[in-house]
């Protein structure tokens, strides 16, 4: 079975920085895009940023020039950099990655279980 394992989330205060960590583990075989999504009570969970195999990036109009999203292939790893952070980042923060799996013979999408990032005075 996959597991995504995000880390790295906690209390900053506005204008602070926090790294998100991404890590997938189990039977993987390959794994095409990963992306990191976010989440507040009540509304729709949105895109924050998205990454393909070969480093192509997207992000969310609201976070341009603010978070900066990464990988490392060789560790099944994706990365949030995060910086000059709002109080409308708060949210919690899900993992997403497309992988082949043995098991199923083709790409499916994998969840983690989330982390919160608070950001308060």
């Known amino acids: 079975q996959v597991q995504l394992v995000e880390s790295g989330g906690g209390l900053v205060q506005p204008g602070g920085s926090l790294r998100l960590s991404c890590a997938a583990s189990g039977s993987i075989f390959s794994i095409r895009a990963m992306g990191w999504y976010r989440q507040v009570p009540g509304k729709q969970r949105e895109l924050v940023a998205t990454?393909?195999?070969?480093?192509?990036?997207n992000y969310a109009d609201s976070v341009k020039g603010r978070f900066t999203i990464s990988r490392d292939n060789a560790k099944n790893t994706v990365y949030l950099q995060m910086n000059s952070l709002k109080p409308e980042d708060t949210a919690v923060c899900y993992c997403?990655?497309?992988?082949?799996?043995?098991?199923?013979?083709?790409?499916?999408?994998?969840w983690g279980q989330g982390t919160q990032v608070t950001v308060s005075s």
């Open positions: 997403n990655a497309d992988i082949f799996t043995a098991v199923l013979g083709r790409y499916k999408y994998y």
């Open positions: 990454i393909t195999r070969g480093g192509s990036t």
